[in-house]
């Protein structure tokens, strides 16, 4: 049986237009809605006809939903989840996708007094952006955590568990405050430092940007396309868990500061006992089919 | 006309095994001689056929070589060179493939005075090791630079550059300080950064191994790839090149503390104008041919 016959996704871009994608694939017979507030992603999502019915106004996409789907930066969760209220209809469900927890799950409740919530995030993505950027298998074998309040309903939880199973995900489940501090070292500290590192890069002086450009292949390209993500989503990600990224931050500083000891003091076995145990993490994340699991990410050197 | 016919390869890992079966299938009629400190990557290498000799002493590979390409991290490579140099022929050009150059050219120049020198740096690898992780087109569309000193033989290094340009690689040269401040920040500084922050998500208590890697789908495992590289290696690097590293390291830090400051204190503009910067470089690599123009790295979604 369906999780749900009619589904309304409200943000089109990478994400949401992914979403679509997916659900057109595994689920043929859903009738799929969509609203993006760009009228540009709008008439690339009709274009693309990645939805049934695009919606002009976000209301009308989500009145005869059964699972309302939010695809929108987490900054902007809370004013959309309100100006969607009036239209919902009884009995829907309202999931999102947001990469921050906590506060998604305060301003959902706060906007949608007395709406079944489920919070959710597929952990799933690449450096692009838009609706073009979408494509069906994005979920496939990825994890998606469900952070339902202690008093959600087990059947909407069940329901919205399905509907991303369908998508390819697996499922997991735990507070929002222990997913913020899990997603801030395993996300949002890496892009972080990816920003950071790509910046310094291009400020420098007697390295041109040009030489930083040509001797990618060291490493830097490798930080370049998490840099490369959509910034509005990450400014809101970074103001929205502030605490958690803070507090791994601090935890990289220290971890940095001791490597930066070792090499001015020239402590060769320092440095290899650290470079040694960082291998075993890797292997395990390549077995269990977190990434790929050709050298070089699979890259083309032809 | 071959730029060499006879070439030993000394140290038969990732790089060395590249260079071998590049030269195999690039120059077929050179006859190729090789050694390695290491029993076992000989026994391998014979077992592969990298070279059409392995060497049990590395002066019997070189005995008959118009070129030695040293394959060996960048901390052994005067102690190899001075063990090699009585047995060097009149006439062979010695190279290396070693991540940092002035303590590299130093040290050749110490251990083989009169040797005609060309220090190179092919940039490219991936995180595997071992002469079965290597490949014949490890190098092409790939820089190599060199940095031979100022009073080097002209056709030596025009001989070397062929030869590089033969695998399949772009040559540039530059000054052996300048190649060291350059690779500091595209090479040197994102492995550094790698190793920490798989480090600091190693060591975190309330965050799980498990969990880490779970959800590294997030960003985490990007990082991952580098710091699997070879310990050995890495280490020398960084005691070989510390200075660059260390200046690079404490621009990062800074830059690292404004983002800090402004996560703390909540400014969004801030956070970004900074990602938005950040961009143009991914695109400007893509461009340029030195990253896989496929979203994700070309990594599988299936």
Known sequence: MLPFARVAVIGLGLIGSSVARAVREAMPNVRLTGHDADPQVRETAR???LVDDVADHPGAAV?????????????AIG???????????????????????????????????????????????TE???????????????????TPAEDADPVAVARVAEFWRR???????????HHDRVLAVTSHLPHLIAYTIVGTASDLEEVTQSEVIK????????FTRIA???PTMWRDVFLNNREAVLDMLQRFSEDLS????????????ELFDRFTRTRAIRRSIVEQGQDDARADFGRSHE
Chains 1, 2 share one sequence.
């Open 128 to 146: 692009r952006s838009g609706p073009e950027a979408g494509f069906a298998t994005l979920f496939r074998n990825r994890w998606c955590i469900l």
């Open 63 to 75: 009145l005869d939903a059964e699972l309302v789907v939010l695809c929108v930066p987490v900054g």
């Open 228 to 230: 490369a993500s959509d």
């Open 215 to 222: 001797y990618s292949a060291g490493g830097f390209r490798d």
């Open 167 to 177: 998508l390819g995900a697996d499922i997991e489940q735990m507070a929002p405050e």
């Open 258 to 269: 001791a490597l930066q000891r070792a090499i001015r003091w020239g402590q060769g076995d």
């Open 47 to 49: 274009a693309l006809a």
């Open 79 to 125: 004013a959309v989840a309100a100006e969607l209220a009036p239209d919902l209809p009884a009995g829907v469900i309202v999931t999102d996708v947001g990469s921050s927890k906590a506060s998604v799950a305060q301003a959902l409740a706060e906007a949608l007094p007395g709406v079944a919530v489920v919070p959710a995030h597929p952990v799933a993505g």
